[in-house]
């Protein structure tokens, strides 16, 4: 407690560092990853991806962070044990952000897609082991984050191999594939919007003081995804002879207008996982803040001000600037060659999958569901369009992540109490 009380601004200044950290392996690695179809499919440049990627992750950590984050995810480990030991605490979530944070620039240096959610929640178990033994964690929850890494994928990739048929049988193998894209694409722009409404209102809209009832989101998403259906008609109608004369997929300008709509699904995807994600790196900051703030108590929620959001939305645009392009190019280009078509068909089960476990309340990584849809897309050719050794990599670096944040946490919670002598 004397530790707190006399070194404030040394400990806010730390944690704000290693808040940034954090928030810039989650831009290298999680931001990368919802932005690797579009590039490797060429819907986008990767210049492109970055700018794209940074403003919506932007506005959505920032716009919709949320005024209330959990500090220390409560469902794995009740932070309200530590209430005796306030400057333990610190030394811990500073701890917890070194090991996400460097786990997660090791995994990106590789380009390894690997959550960061789970980065985080190995960190804390970790934390919780060393200093509360074994009783301390919430194994049944942790059991049901870790059955995620086979439901995920699994439900993204037989969706995304359905959404990907269902392309292909009424549209890439018609005679008249444009004329065919004009009538049956706006119906995929009408599923998109509905989802993107969805997502945002489930994960954003409570953050800005707008609370909606579950039929008024339903009720506003429906009328938006109407229009944007006939929005999206006239547009491809108006348009049909550009898109046929930018024709650089030779398929009759087709490719060009699933290009369209999943530039748009992964917009949504990077302003839902600004507005969820970026409480990985400040839900711990928030939590130091507080703690050090209030003279040593700790809260089980943690208030955000802006401040903090800032950092971390300025970090995870500097991650995706910085080291994104290595973890893109594996989701984009490793896994399996992509088409527009097919990225969207990923993307679109992704985001799918998402708002149904959002709305379930069933925890998901987002990296899993897109990595998923990605291999789901690649399936609709053959066993034989995948790179199986990448996949395996992929998978091996998803099963170590727990483990190697708690291991991390170990070490850099011992180190850092030797260096601040506590």
Not at 106 to 119: D, I, L
């Amino acid at each position: 407690m004397t530790f707190l009380l006399e070194n404030p601004y040394t400990i806010l200044i730390i944690a704000s560092m290693l808040g940034f950290f954090m928030a810039w392996g989650i831009g290298a690695n999680d931001v990368a990853n919802a932005m690797g179809t579009s590039v490797g499919s060429r819907a986008i440049t990767l210049k492109q991806a970055v700018i794209i990627a940074a403003i919506f992750e932007f506005l959505g950590a920032f716009l919709a962070g949320g005024e209330v984050t959990s500090t220390i995810r409560k469902e794995i480990v009740d932070p309200t044990i530590y209430d005796d030991k306030p400057t333990i605490f610190v030394i811990g979530m500073m701890s917890c952000l070194l090991a996400a944070g460097f786990w997660l620039l090791f995994a990106s240096r590789r380009g390894w897609p690997v959550s960061t959610t789970h980065s985080i929640v190995g960190a804390i178990v970790g934390f919780a082991l060393i200093t509360k033994g074994t009783s301390s964690v919430e194994w049944s929850k942790l059991g049901e984050i870790a059955s995620s890494w086979v439901t995920s994928p699994l439900i993204a990739g037989v969706l995304a191999f359905c959404i990907y048929l269902s392309a292909k049988k009424l549209i890439l193998e018609r005679q008249n594939k444009l004329a065919a894209a004009v009538n049956i694409i706006p119906f995929y722009a009408f599923l998109v919007t509905l989802v993107i409404c969805l997502v945002t209102a489930k994960k954003g809209l409570k953050y800005v003081g707008v609370n909606w009832t579950d039929n008024e989101v339903i009720i506003f998403s429906l009328s938006l995804s109407l229009m944007t259906l006939i929005g999206t008609f006239i547009f491809l109608k108006v348009n049909a002879s550009f898109l046929q004369s930018n024709n650089k997929y030779g398929t009759g300008g087709v490719e060009g207008a699933f290009g369209i709509l999943m530039v748009v699904t992964a917009c949504s995807l990077a302003f839902a996982h600004g507005s969820n994600d970026v409480a990985n790196a400040i839900g711990p900051l928030a939590a130091i803040v507080n703690v050090v703030q209030s003279g040593g108590v700790i809260a089980v929620d943690s208030t955000s001000p802006a401040w903090i959001l800032l950092i971390g939305a300025a970090g995870i645009v500097f991650g995706l600037a910085t080291l994104g392009h290595k973890v893109i190019k594996t989701v984009g280009e490793k896994i399996t060659k992509l088409t527009p078509s097919l990225g969207f068909s990923a993307n679109m089960s992704a985001s799918t999958t998402i708002v149904l476990a959002t709305y379930l309340g069933f925890p998901i990584s987002t990296t899993h569901t897109l990595v998923g849809a990605v291999i789901g897309v690649g399936l609709v050719n053959s066993v034989n369009a995948l790179d199986l050794k990448q996949i395996y990599r992929i998978i091996l670096s998803w099963l170590v992540t727990i483990p190697m944040g708690a291991f991390l946490t170990v070490l850099f919670y011992v180190l850092l109490r030797f260096i601040f002598g506590i």
